[in-house]
Nanobody, 114 residues
Framework: QVQVVESGGGLVQAGGSLRLSCVVS??????MGWDRQAPGKQREFVAR???????NYADSVKGRFTVSRDNAENTVYLQMMSLKPEDTAVYYCYCRDWQGNDYWGQGTQVTVSS
């Protein structure tokens, strides 16, 4: 059974930092990443990293967020710096197996106060 478990969300002031973690069990995954969904908005891509280390970021977070992974621990991280109120959202971790199937976590709330 595949499990995707996020942690690390919370409340932070604008300009602050948070680090999200996500542990995946039950599969050997290819891609790991993060999406987010703000209130009243569609879910949007944030960042992803392949097993080989190829990384992509949304333009809105480039230069502020850093995605990384530990393949041995099947864990992906999202270091978020210089947070803005518009970063407030539920952040979802996902992983994709080699057959292209996606598995999602329950989400973790990030709230940035102005």
């Amino acid at each position: 059974q595949v499990q995707v478990v996020e942690s690390g969300g919370g409340l932070v002031q604008a300009g602050g930092s948070l680090r999200l973690s996500c542990v995946v069990s039950g599969i050997i995954n290819n891609v790991m990443g993060w999406d987010r969904q703000a209130p009243g908005k569609q879910r949007e891509f944030v960042a992803r990293i392949t097993r080989g280390g190829r990384i992509n970021y949304a333009d809105s977070v480039k230069g502020r967020f850093t995605v990384s992974r530990d393949n041995a621990e099947n864990t992906v991280y999202l270091q978020m710096m210089s947070l803005k109120p518009e970063d407030t959202a539920v952040y979802y971790c996902y992983c994709r197996d080699w057959q292209g199937n996606d598995y999602w976590g329950q989400g973790t709330q990030v709230t940035v106060s102005s």
